[in-house]
């Protein structure tokens, strides 16, 4: 079998087993009262800016564009497609592994061409109604962050075996800081056909000579697979982190937590509402995968809601977040407390459930407010 036959049904089964984690979330209920008609009042919406651009489009400017674009640039990795099995396979035959491998990149880089492309269409409405941007001057913009994409894709992949460590965390945002400064400031640069072209053709080899030792060697397998999987595994990561019953908290390898790192308390009076409670704030501060998804339903339902233009489409979505979050934050309560065998013994107790109702009013407070508050500004300016 050749390296690209090879490659394509590892394609194959990688959208085969994603299509069935989709599938497992999304059923036949969700597609036809949530997926479809979200999908549809998209689309519409998206129409409707081609006729008549929004009214919150004044608040738009090009430089907010390119900050947009900035922040997908660093979404994605480079795919490589390799499983363990590969480990035995690539000793006797070096050069299809390496060919596959070759593949994997050039899907990744299509896929990089995809996602930017996705944004200029998107934003194109505003780029010739309201800028009156030509078609070279979005060229322009077009080259210049499919490069940095690229590059950055290129960056996380040699930085992946040091990124959980502090130094690699460090580094990655010092990176962002300073890349996002040197393109805040230049950003109506990226608009110039000439300076786009020459940083692009800059980046593109500068990605080349981070990433071609690790495509054609074979020393860096154990990182790749693990690589690997992790992208395998990103579409069920992403419903652990919004499922209390089934969410898998990222394992903390350090000895001593950073926050609290004494466990001193929270409240100076002990009772045992305030103990319940005292844990329950202290297991979602240290681990960041349930702070995560309280973050990721307060900013998705805030995009909604500035993007919606009906009113009542606001505050239908409003209303459902107030409901969903109590109940995310109760399901949540149940599965870091009734985990723990201890604190399970006391669940039939008075105290227990007061302490479950107060903590879901003190996490779900900041984030009601948050979202009343973005409601308001939006009914007002927009």
């Not at 590892?10 to 984690?21: A, C, F, H, L, N």
């Not at 430089?63 to 990795?77: D, E, Q």
């Not at 844990?279 to 349930?290: A, G, T």
């Not at 500035?306 to 459902?320: D, E």
Request: hydrophobic letters at 55%; a positive charge.
């Amino acid at each position: 079998m050749s390296s690209f036959r090879i490659f394509c049904n590892r394609v194959k089964r990688d959208y085969v087993y994603q299509y069935g984690i989709i599938k497992s979330v999304a059923d036949w209920t969700v597609m036809l009262y949530i997926i479809i008609p979200f999908s549809i009042a998209g689309i519409m919406i998206y129409r409707s800016w081609w006729n008549e651009l929004p009214d919150w489009s004044v608040f738009l400017s090009l430089k907010l564009t390119v900050i947009i674009a900035y922040l997908l640039c660093w979404t994605g990795s480079l795919r490589t497609f390799v499983q363990e099995a590969d480990g035995l396979y690539f000793i006797q035959h070096t050069r299809k592994f390496i060919a596959m491998k070759k593949w994997a990149l050039i899907f990744s880089i299509v896929k990089a061409f995809i996602r930017i492309g996705f944004i200029v269409i998107l934003i194109l409405p505003f780029y010739l109604h309201k800028f009156s941007l030509s078609i070279g001057e979005i060229i322009s913009f077009f080259c210049f962050f499919i490069a940095l994409h690229i590059l950055l894709l290129s960056i996380h992949t040699t930085m992946f075996s040091i990124r959980e460590r502090w130094s690699g965390k460090i580094y990655s945002a010092l990176l962002f800081v300073f890349l996002f400064i040197m393109i805040f400031t230049q950003a109506m640069k990226v608009y110039e056909l000439s300076f786009s072209i020459s940083i692009a053709v800059l980046l593109l080899l500068l990605a080349i000579v981070l990433h071609r030792p690790r495509v054609q060697s074979t020393k860096y397998f154990q990182e790749e697979f693990v690589q690997e999987n992790e992208a395998k595994l990103r579409y069920m990561n992403k419903v652990f982190s919004v499922s209390s019953s089934v969410e898998k908290p990222k394992i903390i390898k350090r000895k001593r937590p950073i926050i609290f790192p004494k466990s001193k308390r929270i409240f100076s009076k002990r009772t045992r509402e305030n103990g319940f409670i005292e844990v329950f704030l202290k297991v979602i501060l240290r681990n960041f995968s349930y702070l995560k998804g309280y973050l990721q339903l307060i900013s998705v339902t805030l995009m909604a809601i500035i993007l919606l233009p009906p009113l009542i489409f606001k505050l239908f979505i409003a209303g459902g977040f107030v409901f969903f979050i109590f109940f995310w934050l109760n399901n949540l309560w149940n599965h870091i407390i009734l985990s723990n065998p201890i604190s399970k013994q006391y669940e039939k107790r008075d105290s227990f459930y007061h302490a479950r109702r107060r903590a879901s009013l003190y996490l779900a407070f900041p984030a009601i407010l948050i979202i009343v508050t973005v409601l308001a500004l939006s009914y007002y300016l927009f």
